[in-house]
């Protein structure tokens, strides 16, 4: 772990910080019984984000080994939301016919977990090559067909496979972008492996969602970068890539952007008026960020009022979601086990294990029947509609959810 005193993206040491969260544990590093026996092995890391005022680029001002995020003990599976699974499907489609891919096409997925997304080109008999360091998730993969080097992407990854006449017509990168420390090797590799007239698709949430939306718990240590469309931009150019599109997605991850970038510089419309948007909402000035802590501050104790109350009225409060944000929640304002007794997730692999942190057992949805709570606090809030429709069950019982972000609301 070291703190970052210049910018990971531009080199700029003018970065501005302008939220801190105090020290957090790894928000994926559930925790088994080794650690909930011995609380000190338990490590917790600076979580700080701060703006680079030349780049744009919002990022955290610590670095921890991806190996202790993303292999040593890493759950987190990408198949276990319908509307991811749909959302993906659908961009494989689209690229499939828009790219007109076949069997003599290429397309490479960076971060492709357990084959969510690649699994349809497979399907499609389109050739496909996924990089995912995280050992059980490349397994998963492996299994249902997707070739898969369990290793983390980089220039030197793109140059081996290069010397091997190996190129991509298209390159995917979702929600990995943010999740890596040096994002310009990982760009320059994305330029050296992508064809002439290939195209990337990149997504990530989107920074401006994230602030106005009061977002915080996004942020942990998985998530070294938080990326505008401006900082996008300036980053790929760096590398001879150019931002020619953006898809916008409101209802995924909170809001999130969907890059097109290739070695061509012939930016639609679109891009263009996102990118005047940005400017004139000021995403790339750093007194946007200016006052976020101040509204964290606001959302962390108007939830932490409302669950002491409900607590207080004898109400009992469950949450849905062992999510990487949720980990953030709990510890950010401090929810401990007296007032959220367990967390429910689908997710069978995180079964057994408990919150990093706060140390909640993760169980499976079926507890809810078995022994209900009153409330339902949403840490996978991004999937509300989702969750809410799949537990109706559980509101016609008279249970209640609690969203916590924008503004924590009982619904
Ligand atoms: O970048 C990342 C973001 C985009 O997604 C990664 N760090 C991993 C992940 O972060 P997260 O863990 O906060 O994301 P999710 O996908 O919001 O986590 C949802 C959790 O809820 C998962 O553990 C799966 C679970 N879930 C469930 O139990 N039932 C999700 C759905 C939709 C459900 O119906």
Redesign the pocket.
């Known amino acids: 772990m070291t703190a970052i005193v210049a910018c990971r993206g531009c080199g700029s040491p003018d970065l501005s910080a302008f939220l801190d969260l105090g020290r957090t544990p790894l928000a ?1 590093a559930l925790v088994g019984d080794d650690v909930l026996a011995n609380p000190a092995l338990e490590e917790r890391f600076p979580l700080a984000v701060a703006f680079c005022r030349k780049c744009c680029l919002v990022q955290i001002t610590e670095d921890v080994d991806p190996h202790k995020l993303f292999v040593d003990n890493y759950l ?1 599976f990408s198949s ?5 699974l749909d959302h993906s499907r659908n961009h494989a489609m689209n690229l499939i016919e828009s790219r007109r891919l076949s069997g003599t096409s290429l397309v490479v997925e960076l971060a492709s977990n357990d084959g969510y997304m690649l699994k349809n080109f497979v399907e499609a008999g389109v050739p496909v090559l996924g990089f995912d360091p995280a050992p059980d998730q490349a397994e998963a993969a492996r299994r249902i067909g997707v070739p898969t080097r369990e290793e983390f992407f980089g220039l030197g990854a793109a140059r081996a496979l290069r010397e091997d006449g190996v190129g991509a017509d298209v390159i995917i990168a979702n ?1 990995v972008l ?2 890596i420390p040096d994002p310009n090797d990982f760009v320059a590799g994305m330029a050296v492996l992508l064809d002439d007239d290939g195209l990337i698709t990149v997504e990530n ?1 989107s920074v401006w969602d994230l602030v106005d939306r009061c977002a915080f718990d ?1 942020i942990y240590h ?2 070294y970068f938080y990326y505008s469309c401006l900082s996008v931009k300036l980053l790929v150019e760096r590398h001879g890539l150019h931002l020619n599109d953006v898809e916008y997605f409101p209802h995924l ?1 909170g809001g999130t952007n969907r890059w097109h970038i290739g070695h061509r510089d012939e930016p639609t419309a679109r891009v263009l008026e996102r990118l005047e948007a940005e400017r004139a909402a000021g995403i790339g000035e750093f007194d946007f960020y200016a006052d976020f802590a101040s509204r964290v501050s606001e959302v962390r104790s108007r939830l932490m009022t409302l669950l002491t109350e409900l607590t207080a009225d004898g109400e009992s409060v469950a949450a ?7 980990a953030t929640l709990l510890n950010v304002v401090g929810i401990d086990t007296g007032l959220v007794k367990y967390v ?4 069978v692999h ?1 079964h057994g294990r408990h919150m990093p942190g706060t140390h909640q057992p993760i169980v499976g ?1 079926e507890v809810l029947r078995d022994d209900p709570p009153d409330v339902l606090l949403l840490l ?1 809030w ?2 509300a509609t ?2 809410i429709a ?1 537990q109706s069950d559980f509101a016609e019982r008279g249970g209640r959810f609690l969203v916590p972000i924008p503004i924590p609301e009982l619904v």
């Open positions: 994926d987190y276990f939301s319908d509307q991811l929600n943010a999740h949430p996004t998985e998530h991850h849905y979601g062992a999510a990487a944000k949720g429910v997730d689908r997710n995180k949805t996978a991004n999937f989702e969750i799949q």
